[in-house]
């Protein structure tokens, strides 16, 4: 009979700007983690990217060497590839998982738009995705996508966790930005918490570390296959299932 127990799940997102030179550096960051999301993985198809204690899900971006994302879930959870999720556009990439034995079952999706193409609103609507400035996030300013990105979200039941707090910088203009923006829907927001750390790592993004407060099902036996086809991305949503 499985188990039922209480976990609140540890998860850390991060732009790393290539996670192929910081992997010393994750070893001991794994230590405290559940779930690591990364999205600017730059990995190629032959770099070898496994930890023990760790199941690996990519996505490699084929058309060019920055990108990609990674998500490396402990052996302990269940999960499946979301399916069904994608974008048309070529500067979004979207894609997620869904761990499968924690109540309520969790919606894991991130999504990343690479800078210098504006998106319409129609195109929002059917993305929901960023690298978006607006104020009522703590920008300094309001761009195009950022307002588009906007008057989509309002149509959404989704809730923004880090609106006040700072997660780009550039050391060398002395500039800041909010644009790597932690949502939950409304049903699971009282269980999300989400800080920003102190610490880039050597990025220019910093990471976001993210508690959420859900109960587990211990298995006895489990086995789970993912595959994946290449892409890239910046956006992460958590999704509770009713």
Same mark, same amino acid.
């Given at each position: 009979?499985?188990?039922?127990?209480? %976990?609140?799940?540890?998860?850390?997102?991060?732009?790393?700007?290539?996670?192929?030179?910081?992997? +010393?550096?994750?070893?001991?960051?794994?230590?405290?983690?559940?779930?690591? #999301?990364?999205?600017?993985?730059?990995?190629?198809?032959?770099?070898? !990217?496994?930890?023990?204690?760790?199941?690996? !899900?990519?996505?490699?971006?084929?058309?060019?060497?920055?990108?990609?994302?990674?998500?490396?879930?402990?052996?302990?959870?269940?999960?499946?590839?979301?399916?069904?999720? =994608?974008?048309?556009?070529?500067? #979004?990439?979207?894609?997620?998982?869904?761990?499968?034995?924690? %109540?309520?079952?969790?919606?894991?999706?991130?999504?990343?738009?690479?800078?210098?193409?504006?998106? =319409? +609103?129609?195109?929002?609507?059917?993305?929901?995705?960023?690298?978006?400035?607006? #104020?009522?996030?703590?920008?300094? %300013?309001?761009?195009?996508?950022?307002?588009?990105?906007?008057?989509?979200?309002?149509?959404?039941?989704?809730i923004l966790h880090n609106n006040n707090t700072h997660?780009? +910088?550039?050391?060398?203009?002395?500039?800041?930005?909010?644009?790597?923006?932690?949502?939950?829907?409304?049903?699971?927001?009282?269980?999300?918490?989400?800080?920003?750390?102190?610490?880039?790592?050597?990025?220019?993004?910093f990471p976001i570390d993210i508690e959420v407060d859900?109960?587990?099902?211990?298995?006895?036996?489990?086995?789970?296959?993912? %595959?994946?086809?290449?892409?890239?991305?910046?956006?992460?949503?958590?999704?509770?299932?009713p």
């Amino acid at each position: 009979m499985d188990t039922l127990i209480q %976990k609140n799940l540890k998860i850390l997102f991060w732009n790393s700007k290539s996670i192929v030179n910081k992997k +010393e550096e994750l070893r001991k960051i794994l230590t405290a983690l559940d779930i690591f #999301i990364c999205v600017q993985s730059w990995l190629s198809k032959n770099d070898n !990217f496994i930890f023990a204690g760790f199941k690996t !899900f990519r996505q490699d971006r084929q058309d060019k060497i920055r990108g990609g994302i990674v998500i490396l879930i402990r052996n302990h959870l269940a999960y499946n590839e979301t399916q069904n999720i =994608s974008s048309s556009l070529p500067s #979004i990439v979207i894609a997620g998982i869904t761990i499968t034995n924690v %109540k309520p079952a969790l919606d894991l999706l991130v999504c990343y738009r690479a800078p210098g193409v504006t998106i =319409s +609103e129609t195109q929002w609507d059917q993305v929901l995705n960023f690298n978006s400035h607006h #104020i009522n996030w703590n920008c300094n %300013k309001t761009d195009s996508n950022g307002e588009n990105f906007y008057n989509s979200l309002l149509k959404t039941n989704l809730i923004l966790h880090n609106n006040n707090t700072h997660t780009y +910088e550039q050391t060398q203009n002395d500039y800041s930005s909010n644009i790597d923006l932690i949502f939950s829907s409304n049903n699971l927001t009282h269980r999300v918490n989400a800080n920003v750390l102190l610490d880039p790592w050597g990025s220019d993004h910093f990471p976001i570390d993210i508690e959420v407060d859900l109960e587990k099902y211990v298995y006895r036996k489990r086995s789970f296959k993912l %595959k994946s086809v290449g892409t890239k991305w910046d956006l992460q949503v958590l999704v509770s299932r009713p």
